[in-house]
């Protein structure tokens, strides 16, 4: 089936069905698991450290899939990469289900992440794709909605399963429902994507390992509040191999990840917009938490049921903030979105007193309202700024920006908030001054991507 039958049948919504499912189900699963930590802990008898790696390294190996899905994309039918994408996550949750020990469990996650890392980008490219520009806005919103109340619903969701299951239980829904997602994908799936041959560059494979490296020392940088002399070593060497990714992609014929797109300044303001928005929202749902229970005293569970409000209205807003754009422009919507994170963050800087609950997550649902105006309608803002066969491209490079963006955030936040209280001699992550301080950078962050909201062309398709 071609694009333009997709476009004017109602098999088109039976596809987005499908693909936004598989995708709803990946992104739960992906934020579901912090909660059963303790649980896993006991299971498996190890510490926190290493479990955390269930997150961290998937992390790793989602970054590096991301980049090598425009390629898949141009070699294999999507019906292939989409059915291939849902097995190989299932076969992973499988494995995690029956694991007898933690090498096993990570082996089923790194399955996972293989999934999601491809998943991710080149279903927000097909999306595209398939619909015509002037409802990009609406499509992805509606996308964004999927990603978003995923994300927000996943640790929820598996509280209340956890409650009344063993933690295997969990994975058995996922696995249960992506079998459903596989059976409807023979059906809905179509190969929509126009191909363009070329051989995988393992080179540029390779070198892709400094992404891994540069994400690895972040996480670690921000977990361990300090860069050891192992890490520096590692930093420079995936700065080294990341040079040569990035001069390999702009000298071959035939690139991985074609980084020509960067040429296009729409392109390049919609990266940085996606990915300060994603920072802000990411540092919220991180410090917002440590907020709560540090400096008001909160338990956990409302620490967490604080957060519910700003990500049930993000949800709202994702596909009406798509429509907007597609009415008035993406200049307006994104600017109107980051004014509201810049008041937001202006709001936590420029109070310099304790704040109730209640003004906190007030300020959180404009902060994260704000996002629904600029992470997914800056993502449609980029793919409608390139050519039809550069949108994988330039949605890989958008994505894959975009979790760099959000470790890093998330690491100086945490760096920022240790040393301050340090520095004023004070309990780690117990202090307001470091929350303060937080509060402080990110507001001059949200205030320099205001700025490249300004800064955006209004004309519909620049190239």
Same mark, same amino acid.
């Given at each position: 089936?071609?694009?333009?039958?997709?476009?004017?049948?109602?098999?088109?919504?039976?596809?987005?069905?499908?693909?936004?499912?598989?995708?709803?189900?990946?992104?739960?699963?992906?934020?579901?698991?912090?909660?059963?930590?303790?649980?896993?802990?006991?299971?498996?008898?190890?510490?926190?450290?290493?479990?955390?790696?269930?997150?961290?390294?998937?992390?790793?190996?989602?970054?590096?899939?991301?980049?090598?899905?425009?390629?898949?994309?141009? /070699?294999?039918?999507?019906?292939?990469?989409?059915?291939?994408?849902?097995?190989?996550?299932?076969?992973?949750?499988?494995?995690?289900?029956?694991?007898?020990?933690?090498?096993?469990?990570?082996?089923?996650?790194?399955?996972?992440?293989?999934?999601?890392?491809?998943?991710?980008?080149?279903?927000?490219?097909?999306?595209?794709?398939?619909?015509?520009?002037?409802?990009?806005?609406?499509?992805?919103?509606?996308?964004?909605?999927?990603?978003?109340?995923?994300?927000?619903?996943?640790?929820?969701?598996?509280?209340?399963?956890? /409650?009344?299951?063993?933690?295997?239980?969990?994975?058995?829904?996922?696995?249960?429902?992506?079998?459903?997602?596989?059976?409807?994908?023979?059906?809905?799936?179509?190969?929509?994507?126009?191909?363009?041959?070329? /051989?995988?560059?393992?080179?540029?494979?390779?070198?892709?390992?400094?992404?891994?490296?540069?994400?690895?020392?972040?996480?670690?940088?921000?977990?361990?509040?300090?860069?050891?002399?192992?890490?520096?070593?590692?930093?420079?060497?995936?700065?080294?191999?990341?040079?040569?990714?990035?001069?390999?992609?702009?000298?071959?014929?035939?690139?991985?990840?074609?980084?020509?797109?960067?040429?296009?300044?729409?392109?390049?303001?919609?990266?940085?917009?996606?990915?300060?928005?994603?920072?802000?929202?990411?540092?919220?749902?991180?410090?917002?938490?440590?907020?709560?229970?540090?400096?008001?005293?909160?338990?956990?569970?409302?620490?967490?049921?604080?957060?519910?409000?700003?990500?049930?209205?993000?949800?709202?807003?994702?596909?009406?903030?798509?429509?907007?754009?597609?009415?008035?422009?993406?200049?307006?919507?994104?600017?109107?979105?980051?004014?509201?994170?810049?008041?937001?963050?202006?709001?936590?800087?420029?109070?310099?007193?304790?704040?109730?609950?209640?003004?906190?997550?007030?300020?959180?649902?404009?902060?994260?309202?704000?996002?629904?105006?600029?992470?997914?309608?800056?993502?449609?803002?980029?793919?409608?700024?390139?050519?039809?066969?550069?949108?994988?491209?330039?949605?890989?490079?958008?994505?894959?920006?975009?979790?760099?963006?959000?470790?890093?955030?998330?690491?100086?936040?945490?760096?920022?908030?240790?040393?301050?209280?340090?520095?004023?001699?004070?309990?780690?992550?117990?202090?307001?001054?470091?929350?303060?301080?937080?509060?402080?950078?990110?507001?001059?962050?949200?205030?320099?991507?205001?700025?490249?909201?300004?800064?955006?062309?209004?004309?519909?398709?620049?190239?």
């Amino acid at each position: 089936m071609n694009k333009g039958e997709i476009q004017n049948s109602l098999t088109r919504k039976l596809f987005i069905l499908t693909l936004l499912s598989g995708t709803f189900t990946m992104s739960i699963s992906q934020s579901s698991l912090s909660t059963a930590y303790p649980t896993l802990m006991k299971f498996f008898g190890v510490t926190a450290p290493t479990i955390q790696w269930l997150t961290t390294g998937f992390m790793l190996i989602m970054c590096i899939m991301m980049p090598i899905s425009p390629w898949l994309l141009n /070699n294999f039918s999507f019906k292939k990469i989409f059915l291939s994408v849902v097995a190989i996550f299932a076969l992973g949750t499988l494995i995690i289900i029956v694991a007898p020990n933690f090498p096993m469990a990570m082996l089923g996650r790194a399955l996972e992440a293989v999934g999601v890392g491809i998943l991710f980008p080149s279903f927000q490219s097909v999306l595209m794709t398939i619909t015509p520009e002037d409802n990009r806005g609406a499509t992805m919103g509606y996308a964004g909605l999927v990603m978003g109340s995923a994300l927000a619903s996943g640790p929820i969701i598996s509280g209340i399963v956890l /409650n009344f299951l063993q933690w295997q239980g969990l994975f058995v829904i996922f696995l249960l429902i992506m079998i459903v997602i596989f059976i409807s994908g023979l059906f809905n799936i179509k190969d929509v994507m126009p191909r363009h041959k070329a /051989n995988l560059d393992l080179i540029s494979t390779i070198y892709l390992l400094g992404l891994i490296g540069l994400l690895y020392v972040v996480n670690q940088a921000g977990a361990t509040k300090s860069l050891s002399a192992n890490l520096l070593i590692l930093l420079v060497i995936s700065i080294i191999l990341t040079i040569l990714f990035v001069h390999r992609q702009l000298t071959k014929q035939q690139p991985l990840l074609d980084l020509k797109v960067m040429k296009n300044f729409n392109f390049d303001l919609a990266v940085l917009l996606t990915g300060f928005s994603y920072i802000s929202l990411i540092v919220v749902t991180i410090i917002y938490p440590l907020y709560y229970q540090n400096i008001l005293h909160t338990s956990v569970l409302m620490s967490g049921l604080a957060l519910v409000p700003p990500a049930i209205v993000l949800s709202i807003l994702n596909p009406l903030t798509g429509k907007l754009a597609d009415k008035i422009g993406f200049k307006s919507t994104l600017i109107i979105g980051m004014a509201m994170i810049v008041v937001g963050w202006f709001f936590l800087f420029a109070l310099r007193i304790k704040l109730s609950i209640w003004p906190m997550i007030l300020i959180a649902t404009l902060i994260e309202g704000g996002n629904a105006f600029v992470m997914m309608p800056a993502t449609t803002l980029g793919g409608n700024s390139l050519s039809e066969e550069l949108i994988p491209h330039g949605t890989a490079i958008i994505t894959t920006v975009r979790q760099l963006l959000g470790s890093l955030g998330v690491s100086l936040a945490t760096l920022i908030l240790v040393t301050t209280n340090q520095n004023h001699r004070l309990p780690a992550n117990n202090g307001l001054v470091g929350y303060q301080a937080v509060f402080t950078f990110f507001f001059g962050m949200a205030i320099i991507g205001f700025i490249f909201a300004l800064l955006i062309k209004n004309n519909k398709k620049a190239k």
